[in-house]
């Protein structure tokens, strides 16, 4: 049997490096396995300009063509799986399948909530510049961030910081309903991050797809409990024939 290709696209603020129990597992059935740094993570360079789900999308062609991966399967955690979605919409022929995990296809915090967190992050960048507030911005934005459910946005730097804004801000609806290959979405129970009422909507939206729920499992369940998650991954490919 001729295998696919499986590229894993790791979350933000993770790397390539993370998610190699995962693809040692997968190694040890056959498959070629690839797993980038996505620019501003791991090894790869920070981007001097924020970048966009697009712009991570050309950043992930390039990296196919450049390694002759032809029609992969996408392992997509959480930003990962954002990415995997606009590739697939965007080079509808390029994919043979979807393996989500913890990606926020519908985004975890309401809109105006969101769009609240950005403009109060403008007016605290103001007030941490005054005296004596300085002394205690990073302890009060940590805190902050929690709360509203940002907290990647706060460790991000620089040009990764409004990339982080872009990136949250992008509707996947029209991506996930253009879906049309085997798609698996593989969710930890746990996961606080994305909860599963998120994995459920996806669910309804992308036609055909399969929703399983590891039992006791959080947001990292793929690279945290590889050989658990690998055990769903490989009854999916075989059902595909992938």
Not at 32 to 59: C, H, I, Q
């Amino acid at each position: 049997m001729n295998r696919s290709a499986v590229v894993i696209l790791h979350g933000w603020g993770l790397s390539g490096e993370t998610f190699t129990p995962l693809g040692g597992e997968l190694k040890k059935c056959g498959y070629r396995v690839w797993a980038p740094d996505m620019p501003g993570f791991g090894d790869a360079r920070r981007p001097e300009k924020p970048m966009s789900l697009t712009d991570y999308v050309k950043f992930l062609d390039e990296y196919l063509e450049k390694n002759r991966i032809e029609r992969p399967v996408f392992i997509g955690h959480s930003f990962g799986g954002r990415v995997s979605l606009k590739y697939h919409e965007l080079h509808p022929n390029s994919v043979r399948a979807l393996i989500l995990s913890g990606t926020p296809g519908f985004t975890p915090i309401p809109k105006k909530k969101l769009l609240l967190f950005i403009a109060l992050a403008k007016i605290g960048g103001f007030l941490f510049s005054i005296p004596p507030f300085h002394l205690f911005q990073d302890a009060v934005r940590r805190w902050y961030y929690y709360v509203v459910g940002a907290r990647e946005f706060f460790r991000a730097q620089g040009a990764m910081r409004e990339t982080f804004k872009q990136i949250v801000k992008e509707d996947l609806v029209a991506a996930m309903e253009a879906v049309d290959i085997p798609t698996l979405l593989l969710w930890g129970e746990y996961d606080i991050i994305v909860p599963v009422s998120i994995a459920e909507r996806m669910h309804q939206v992308i036609a055909g797809s399969e929703l399983i729920v590891i039992p006791e499992a959080d947001h990292g369940v793929p690279f945290k409990q590889p050989e658990v998650f690998i055990s769903y991954v490989l009854r999916f490919m075989k059902t595909w024939k992938l």
